[in-house]
């Protein structure tokens, strides 16, 4: 019996593990848009070998293998923004939503307007630590970034546009 537990634990984060096989594209959007593993498919995959997880004292926290992933540029130029006209774009942001409810902001300008290349991923897949348990499939990362652990989305759930009051 003193086994079971530990065994139905188990079970039970690993269900955990698999809830973010999907997100939504929401708020300020014409219509609502849910992406998949699969739609993901039919965008051009960016691959990078690894990349190492930095929090925000620059202590190294972890390291990504084989990242494979979609611009998220590339992703929401398919989502059509309920704005008068583009000249306002650059008073809109998105909020991204992890499982856990932990949020990163965005503005517009950073995510369409950025030199960097490869400046938002939305990771479809990843080899992390074995010791840390990555919170679902679908993730958003800033690859450039020092800190990277401060935009490090794990089971990403949705991504909200709003425009600035």
Excluded at 14 to 39: D, P, R
Excluded at 85 to 90: E, F, R
Excluded at 136 to 147: T, V
Aim: proline share 3%.
């Amino acid at each position: 019996m003193k086994y079971l537990i530990p065994i139905f634990l188990l079970f039970g984060l690993t269900v955990k593990a698999q809830e973010s096989k999907q997100f939504v594209v929401e708020g300020k959007v014409k219509q609502q848009m849910t992406v998949n593993l699969n739609m993901l498919k039919d965008y051009k995959s960016v691959s990078i070998d690894s990349m190492t997880i930095y929090n925000h004292l620059m202590v190294r926290k972890s390291v990504l293998k084989n990242v494979k992933g979609v611009l998220l540029k590339d992703l929401l130029a398919k989502v059509e923004i309920d704005a008068p006209s583009p000249t306002v774009l650059s008073e809109y942001y998105l909020v991204c939503t992890a499982s856990d409810n932990y949020k990163v902001v965005l503005s517009w300008n950073e995510v369409f307007n950025s030199k960097t290349m490869n400046n938002f991923l939305i990771l479809t897949s990843f080899e992390a630590n074995p010791a840390k348990a990555e919170k679902g499939n679908i993730a958003m990362i800033a690859p450039g970034d020092e800190a990277s652990g401060r935009r490090f989305v794990k089971g990403l759930s949705k991504i909200t546009i709003f425009r600035v009051n």
